[in-house]
């Protein structure tokens, strides 16, 4: 059987303590059990997620949804009332670019 060798930038030399309340405590453990994590995985995964999220490519993509979803409103206001095929378009793929919001 062949072993990995983990390299020094990925080896987890580091240790942080955190104080909680014993009620956080038993909702990470429970969350952690769910999706079959140490409460330790559990909590540096989601650390790990909440330092993504702040990244300037995530500003980026949500400077862009807004200016489609602005550029989208524009263009459904200058439909006439008889444009409604493409009226119909328009909300289903706005409904597309708000999915996108909740990711």
Not at 6 to 23: A, G, L, V, W, Y
Not at 43 to 65: C, F, I, M, N, S
């Amino acid at each position: 059987m062949l072993r990995r060798r983990m390299s020094e930038s990925n080896k987890q030399t580091e240790k942080i303590t955190i104080r909680c309340t014993p009620e956080l405590k038993k909702r990470i453990e429970s969350k952690a059990k769910q999706f079959g994590q140490r409460p330790s995985e559990f909590v540096r995964d989601q650390a790990e997620t909440g330092l993504q999220r702040k990244t300037k490519w995530d500003r980026k993509k949500v400077a862009a949804l807004v200016e489609n979803q602005e550029n989208l409103n524009r263009m459904f206001e200058s439909l006439n009332s008889d444009q409604n095929d493409l009226k119909e378009k328009l909300i289903e793929y706005s409904e597309g670019e708000l999915a996108l919001w909740e990711h």
